[in-house]
């Protein structure tokens, strides 16, 4: 695939050799540093709490990053490994609770193989209390650290360097079987239970298939080369991004969402015994049956600024022509009105009032008649 090949083409350096984990010597709050996880290195039958050490901020202290690792009694060199990684954007909360849910209740007697959990990955953002990694210096910038990575050590901000450090920390040599990344949408607005993945990736359909989201958008991945799905996909590992609802918040139907399909997915690649609980099983079937697939979104932003109020709610089918909201000015007169140009699924809303020239309104999801799209555009 052509965007595989830019990937690798980019970014071949970045490539490592597995090595042993690299512990600096120092305990924070009873746990070891590290500045590289080998699951390897770690005993069947252990959960392992770590922080991994990256790069400095400002007083020269360094960053530490939560980093989980649970290894089953059944545990081998050849085992299967599954990722999750999630809080790479500071505003995005919901997947640090499934991370958490998931290894807090995981029966290590029970698992096969190993699962990796980073609860938090972009500390900076969350320290900051901003979506990005905010580099400091001059009159402040701030860096997607979701589209970094493998990233480069060598690069002088602070946000690139820290991705390459992440990149190669903890995510780049475990041989992992299949990961998620969490996400939700970003401050001011809010996504239905929704997907990113590449399908032309040997496993990801299937991984698609078993997190019952209400829509799962059939995308290359080529707008968003460095983000972290992207790349893992592109070294090997099937990945999807799966964006769980709202930001700022934790929301328990979302939450036990993203928790379900981990532990459905743990069993689909023979980590974990299936669950036996009938209406959890009734709960995904009709998810399953639901799972609206498309492979183009279209939406609106605002060409003013103004007072917005939407009509409608997520998971509505829209039609061409049907209006969403009214953006209004601050003595209530009517400035614009905003309509779908599509049939198809409303995915992603504005959940804030006040809209600046350019903010979103809303989008749909459809599967474009274009067969130029039938991977995603």
């Not at 139907?253 to 928790?259: E, H, L, S, V």
Request: glycine share 10%; net charge negative.
């Amino acid at each position: 695939m052509a965007k595989i090949s830019l990937i690798l083409a980019t970014f071949v350096c970045a490539l490592k050799a597995t090595i042993a984990t690299d512990y600096t010597g120092d305990i924070i709050n009873g746990h070891k540093v590290v500045t590289r996880v080998d699951v390897g290195d770690f005993p069947c039958g252990s959960k392992t709490k770590l922080w991994l050490q990256t790069n400095k901020y400002k007083i020269g202290q360094s960053y530490y990053v939560p980093v989980i690792v649970a290894r089953g009694c059944n545990c081998s060199d050849t085992e299967n490994r599954f990722l999750m990684s999630t809080g790479i954007h500071g505003d995005e909360f919901n997947g640090i609770r499934v991370v958490h849910r998931v290894l807090n209740d995981v029966d290590l007697e029970k698992l096969t193989g190993s699962i990796v959990g980073v609860p938090g990955v972009n500390v900076n953002a969350l320290y900051e209390h901003t979506r990005g990694y905010y580099n400091s210096y001059d009159s402040g910038s701030f860096t997607n650290v979701n589209r970094q990575f493998p990233g480069n050590v060598t690069n002088a901000v602070a946000g690139q360097k820290f991705s390459a450090m992440m990149w190669d920390g903890v995510f780049a040599n475990n041989n992992y079987t299949a990961a998620v990344d969490f996400h939700t949408q970003s401050t001011s607005g809010s996504f239905v239970n929704y997907v990113y993945a590449d399908l032309t990736i040997p496993y990801v359909r299937r991984m698609c298939d078993l997190t019952g989201a209400d829509a799962i958008k059939i995308d290359l991945g080529d707008g968003t080369l460095g983000a972290l799905e992207n790349v893992l996909d592109a070294f090997g590992t099937p990945t999807i991004t799966y964006e769980l609802g709202s930001p700022l918040s934790w929301q328990k139907d979302q939450i036990q969402r993203g928790y379900d399909y981990v532990f459905r997915q743990l069993a689909d690649i023979n980590m974990y015994p299936p669950t036996t609980d009938p209406e959890a099983i009734a709960t995904y079937k009709k998810q399953l049956a639901n799972i609206f697939y498309g492979t183009e979104t279209v939406g609106s932003s605002t060409t003013t600024g103004g007072f917005l109020e939407i009509d409608l709610k997520l998971n509505d089918r829209v039609l061409n022509g049907t209006k969403i909201g009214t953006l209004y000015n601050v003595f209530g007169e009517k400035i614009e009105e905003y309509h779908s140009e599509i049939d198809g699924l409303l995915y992603s809303l504005s959940t804030h009032p006040l809209r600046e020239i350019g903010a979103g309104v809303f989008a749909a999801i459809h599967n474009s008649t274009d067969p130029d799209c039938a991977n995603g555009c």
